[in-house]
């Protein structure tokens, strides 16, 4: 399991609100998330913020959780 799947996993509701105030484009609809399918995820914040993978990617494992 890689560090992105460990962060989102066990802290999804936390790392949803993050992710909203980061990006506040972003809906519940694009925020579903489904354990194995991180990639489509991130396809879906990268669409809408026009971001790239490895910024999402870098934000996501960045994330400090309590």
């Given at each position: 399991?890689?560090?992105?799947?460990?962060?989102?996993?066990g802290?999804?509701?936390?790392?949803?609100?993050?992710?909203?105030?980061?990006?506040?484009?972003?809906?519940?609809d694009?925020?579903l998330?489904?354990?194995?399918?991180?990639?489509?995820?991130?396809?879906?914040?990268?669409?809408?913020?026009?971001?790239?993978?490895?910024?999402?990617?870098?934000?996501i494992?960045?994330?400090?959780?309590?």
């Open positions: 399991m890689s560090t992105f799947e460990d962060k989102l996993k802290n999804w509701n936390q790392a949803k609100g993050i992710l909203k105030q980061k990006w506040a484009d972003l809906t519940d694009d925020l998330y489904e354990e194995g399918k991180e990639d489509e995820l991130v396809g879906k914040i990268q669409k809408r913020t026009g971001e790239t993978k490895e910024q999402i990617n870098a934000f494992e960045g994330l400090k959780f309590d």
